[in-house]
């Protein structure tokens, strides 16, 4: 994961939470390696370069329709789980962030 201290600034300015900084950041370094595709791991890398920001990719065109499909995507999948599996499925995210957070940086 690169290690650049003003993505990580941005990073926590935009989320508010050092834990959810760093679970964003690890999520961009996921997308850079190709985990959705060659247009999201263009997006992830620009970021983490510091050439764009959010704000500005979610202002952009150029990959709305990927981010789009992903949102579907997360979507579709939340909706065919019970309430039951959702519960889980939130609850362990949950929990997987509480770690983070109490975890040395």
């Given amino acids: 994961m690169m290690d650049d201290p003003q993505i990580d600034q941005?990073?926590?300015?935009?989320?508010g939470d050092a834990?959810?900084?760093?679970?964003v950041k690890a999520d961009l370094d996921r997308l850079s390696q190709g985990a959705?595709?060659?247009e999201?791991?263009?997006?992830?890398?620009?970021?983490?370069?510091?050439?764009t920001n959010l704000?500005?990719?979610a202002r952009s065109g150029a990959?709305?329709?990927?981010?789009?499909?992903?949102i579907t995507a997360f979507r579709q999948r939340m909706d065919s789980m019970s309430q039951a599996e959702r519960d889980r499925f939130l609850e362990q995210?949950?929990?997987l962030l509480?770690?983070?957070?109490?975890?040395?940086?």
């Fill in 10 to 15: 941005a990073l926590l300015a935009g989320t």
């Fill in 19 to 23: 834990a959810l900084a760093e679970a």
């Fill in 36 to 38: 959705a595709g060659p």
């Fill in 40 to 51: 999201l791991a263009e997006m992830a890398n620009e970021l983490l370069q510091g050439r």
């Fill in 55 to 57: 704000r500005a990719v």
């Fill in 63 to 70: 990959y709305a329709e990927q981010m789009l499909n992903g």
């Fill in 93 to 95: 995210a949950r929990r």
């Fill in 98 to 105: 509480e770690e983070s957070r109490e975890a040395p940086m």
